[in-house]
């Protein structure tokens, strides 16, 4: 086209676009690796709650279901996700659930109300489905016990249906179900949000949480000492999780602490200032495990089982956008929402938070997966993935094996809030650099300098691999009828520099692979 046709107002406009083009700069050192990234930081929560479970994953009637009733396109889009790890079967619903009511012939099994998010649970996704589920996903299953309205001794028979190999009652029951190999569950929580006030349940006074966790400790221990325990801690009262690593920490392998992002309003920058402001409470958890023993010296054998042998990690085993501000979520507790591409960023900026944090973490659990508060959305027809589904997939597809130091210097776009957040990794084999860098500048490309200090020599000539996701808007959504909110781009050059120089879209993440 020639120059006089191109109309005047785009000119303008492009000139002004490049007027505000922003600077920054990164700086990575490949010699210092500050922690190893655990996989678990990539897991997933399902939940008895609406239809994450019946009518998400699970349609025993729906002609999209297998013979297990398994949902065959939401199983294929949970498969893409990768999930490491898949937490059930609560939350909330835990303080009700009885596991015995989900075993057995479906015909037989108990049909209750679900007394803490309504509607009517018939219980035919218990224990085996779920199992079924995690090792067609490849996840690893965990499992949280009732400790609100159930009893020490049910939840060490769950331990012994799930675990147990020896000619014993629960473990006999497990094979007369069908299956003979145990389960082999090694992760259980004990309780969640036992503080919470409002919820059924008797331990809101944290010295009742630990004299009752002992006695689930113990009998669950008895029946299999190898299982790895998460006991719960409150990101939102230091003297509660204090308490609960002076007094449970010999045999707390995780402490619990949820974190949701809950923006007061429906603006992007509430958004990103709630999930920057969750590094607080997380750091101030750090500090409670810096003061925990690494090593238990001195456990009474004769609890007949071991201690925890390794140093006590976190485990963010609910997290996630509680974006009731914009009043338009649908379904249990209004739980079902569109997440739009901002949610995205905002998941990609909490991801980032994680890996950051990696010394610390030993597990995180997206909280949920299919319609509640979900990246995967379904109706009797079909499924879609939400715009959130992007960074959870590129995280588990892309980000390395161990952390490294890496600085970022750059314009802000509110007092306090950066506009780039990055992490940057190593790869398992050493041979490549990542970086996953969230542009929270909504309007302005940045154009922004990388350097790589202490390259390896196996680097000296390298490709750098840039992969951007940017939204059709900051609104943008998917839907049942289209998927195309994001957009995904590829570009590969040769560099044989340490430094490179990197265009990010305002409002994208990019992932930058030097190989
Ligand atoms: O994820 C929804 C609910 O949020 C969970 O049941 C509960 O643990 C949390 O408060």
Same mark, same amino acid.
């Given at each position: 086209?020639?120059?006089?046709?191109?109309?005047?107002?785009?000119? *303008?406009?492009?000139?002004?676009?490049?007027?505000?083009?922003?600077?920054?700069?990164?700086?990575?050192?490949?010699?210092?690796?500050?922690?190893?990234?655990? @996989?678990?930081?990539?897991?997933?929560?399902? =939940?008895?709650?609406?239809?994450?479970?019946?009518?998400?994953?699970?349609?025993?009637?729906?002609?999209?279901?297998?013979?297990?009733?398994?949902?065959?396109?939401?199983?294929?889009?949970? /498969? =893409?996700?990768?999930?490491?790890?898949?937490?059930? &079967?609560?939350?909330?619903?835990?303080?009700?659930?009885?596991?015995?009511?989900?075993?057995?012939? /479906?015909?037989?099994?108990?049909?209750?109300?679900?007394?803490?998010?309504?509607?009517? #649970?018939?219980?035919?996704?218990?224990?085996?489905?779920?199992?079924?589920? +995690?090792?067609? *996903?490849?996840?690893?299953?965990?499992?949280?016990?009732?400790?609100?309205?159930?009893?020490?001794?049910?939840?060490?028979? $769950?331990?012994?249906? +799930?675990?147990?190999?020896?000619?014993?009652?629960?473990?006999?029951?497990?094979?007369?179900?069908?299956?003979?190999?145990?389960?082999?569950?090694?992760?259980?929580?004990?309780?969640? #949000? =036992?503080?919470?006030?409002?919820?059924?349940?008797?331990?809101?006074?944290?010295?009742?949480? *630990?004299?009752?966790?002992?006695?689930?400790?113990?009998?669950?221990?008895?029946?299999?000492?190898?299982?790895?325990?998460?006991?719960?801690?409150?990101?939102?009262?230091?003297?509660?999780?204090?308490?609960?690593?002076?007094?449970?920490? &010999?045999? +707390?392998?995780?402490?619990?602490?949820?974190?949701?992002?809950?923006?007061?309003? !429906?603006?992007?920058?509430?958004?990103?200032?709630?999930?920057?402001?969750?590094? /607080? @409470?997380?750091?101030?958890?750090?500090?409670?495990?810096?003061? !925990?023993?690494?090593?238990?010296?001195?456990?009474?054998? $004769?609890?007949?089982?071991?201690?925890?042998?390794?140093?006590?990690?976190?485990?963010?085993?609910? $997290?996630?956008? $509680?974006?009731?501000?914009?009043?338009?979520?649908?379904?249990?507790?209004?739980?079902?929402?569109?997440?739009?591409?901002?949610?995205?960023?905002?998941?990609? !900026?909490?991801?980032?938070?994680?890996?950051?944090?990696?010394?610390?973490?030993?597990?995180? !659990?997206?909280?949920?997966?299919?319609?509640?508060?979900? &990246?995967?959305?379904?109706?009797?027809?079909?499924?879609?993935?939400?715009?959130?589904?992007?960074?959870?997939?590129?995280?588990?597809?892309?980000?390395?094996?161990?952390?490294?130091?890496?600085?970022?210097?750059? @314009?802000?776009?509110? @007092?306090?809030?950066?506009?780039?957040?990055?992490?940057?990794?190593?790869?398992?084999?050493?041979?490549? *650099?990542?970086?996953?860098?969230?542009?929270?500048?909504?309007?302005?490309?940045?154009?922004?300098?990388?350097?790589?200090?202490?390259?390896?020599?196996?680097?000296?000539?390298?490709?750098?691999?840039?992969?951007?996701?940017?939204?059709?808007?900051?609104?943008?959504?998917?839907?049942?009828?289209? =998927?195309?909110?994001?957009?995904?781009?590829?570009?590969?050059?040769?560099?044989?520099?340490?430094?490179?120089?990197?265009?990010?879209? &305002?409002?994208?993440?990019?992932?930058?692979?030097?190989?």
């Amino acid at each position: 086209m020639k120059l006089s046709l191109i109309p005047v107002f785009l000119l *303008i406009t492009f000139s002004a676009f490049c007027q505000h083009t922003e600077q920054a700069s990164i700086k990575v050192d490949a010699r210092q690796k500050i922690a190893e990234i655990n @996989p678990f930081q990539y897991g997933q929560f399902i =939940e008895h709650l609406g239809r994450a479970v019946n009518g998400g994953i699970y349609d025993e009637h729906s002609k999209l279901s297998d013979k297990d009733g398994f949902r065959k396109d939401v199983l294929e889009k949970v /498969k =893409e996700l990768r999930t490491p790890l898949l937490r059930y &079967p609560g939350g909330t619903f835990t303080k009700i659930y009885h596991w015995e009511d989900g075993i057995g012939p /479906k015909a037989l099994r108990k049909k209750r109300k679900n007394l803490i998010w309504g509607g009517l #649970e018939d219980n035919h996704f218990g224990t085996a489905e779920f199992v079924t589920y +995690c090792r067609k *996903i490849g996840a690893e299953p965990f499992l949280v016990v009732n400790m609100a309205t159930g009893t020490p001794e049910e939840a060490a028979n $769950w331990v012994e249906y +799930c675990n147990g190999t020896g000619d014993t009652y629960y473990a006999n029951l497990r094979r007369a179900d069908g299956f003979d190999a145990p389960f082999n569950v090694k992760y259980w929580g004990i309780g969640n #949000e =036992e503080y919470a006030e409002t919820d059924a349940g008797r331990h809101q006074d944290v010295n009742q949480y *630990i004299k009752d966790t002992w006695q689930f400790v113990k009998l669950m221990k008895l029946q299999d000492n190898s299982l790895k325990l998460i006991l719960v801690g409150n990101s939102e009262d230091m003297v509660w999780s204090t308490k609960v690593l002076e007094q449970l920490g &010999p045999v +707390c392998d995780l402490l619990s602490v949820h974190l949701y992002a809950i923006p007061p309003d !429906t603006s992007f920058t509430s958004l990103i200032h709630s999930i920057d402001q969750l590094e /607080k @409470p997380l750091v101030q958890m750090e500090s409670l495990l810096d003061k !925990t023993p690494a090593k238990v010296e001195h456990f009474n054998a $004769w609890y007949r089982f071991p201690s925890r042998k390794e140093p006590v990690k976190l485990a963010v085993d609910e $997290w996630g956008i $509680w974006d009731i501000s914009s009043g338009k979520g649908k379904g249990a507790y209004q739980m079902e929402y569109q997440y739009n591409w901002s949610h995205a960023l905002g998941v990609a !900026t909490f991801l980032n938070l994680f890996q950051r944090h990696s010394a610390s973490i030993g597990m995180a !659990t997206w909280a949920q997966t299919v319609n509640v508060l979900a &990246p995967i959305m379904t109706d009797a027809e079909g499924s879609y993935r939400q715009t959130v589904f992007t960074p959870l997939k590129a995280f588990r597809d892309y980000a390395g094996k161990y952390v490294l130091k890496a600085d970022v210097a750059g @314009p802000d776009v509110a @007092p306090g809030i950066k506009a780039l957040d990055i992490t940057s990794s190593l790869s398992e084999n050493g041979k490549q *650099i990542i970086l996953t860098i969230v542009n929270r500048d909504t309007l302005h490309m940045i154009k922004t300098a990388v350097e790589i200090d202490h390259l390896p020599a196996a680097f000296g000539i390298a490709t750098l691999k840039q992969i951007s996701f940017t939204g059709e808007s900051l609104y943008a959504v998917n839907s049942f009828k289209q =998927e195309n909110a994001v957009k995904k781009t590829e570009v590969i050059k040769k560099i044989n520099s340490n430094k490179m120089e990197v265009i990010l879209s &305002p409002a994208s993440l990019t992932i930058l692979i030097l190989d």
